[in-house]
């Protein structure tokens, strides 16, 4: 057991409310540190992660995706549809799709790629970057409150820590991965 953990557990729940960081409840707290596998606790991060970018979202018509992508496409301005789903990490007819909406949204601009003309690449239209430049500090302040519960030093230790286990995993990243297939799981032959 780690020093954090023994923290965690001979610290009282008042103690946790008083510091202001949240408490699992009864059995979820108790799972929590019994079922201690990566699966199991990302899913719980995500919907962390996902529901508090959602709430610093909250009143401005985007979702955490759509958010995503504009930040994706102000990094990398130029960047084409195919790339851009491969760093968001959903498939490509999705990520036209996401596209479709900030454009009809007035955010983000199509524009003929000169070298190859199939390809469209994608900037922030001036009102797209507005928007992102304004919800910046809500986003970073979103993510500050998802590692709240660490110490400064080990918010760094664990996001470089989570860098390397995705770096080290990266061929696993595709969109769907570990999905059951459609029709793989038949049923048996009717056996009349």
Known sequence: MTAAMRSHQNSTKSDRLAAGKS???GVAGSLLLD???PLYLSRHFQQICTAMVAESLFGEDLTPLQWTTLACIDRIPGIDQRRLAEAV???PVNAG????QLESMGLVD???N???RRARELRLTARGTKLRRRLIPKNLAANNRVLAPLAPRERELFLDLLVRVIKGNWTHTRPGAG???RGSCQSPPNRT
């Open 23 to 25: 408490v699992a409840p």
């Open 35 to 37: 079922l201690r596998r």
């Open 89 to 91: 990490g959903i498939v």
């Open 97 to 100: 799709q996401v596209v479709d």
């Open 110 to 112: 199509r524009r003929t």
């Open 114 to 116: 000169g070298a190859d």
């Open 179 to 181: 999905r059951r297939k």
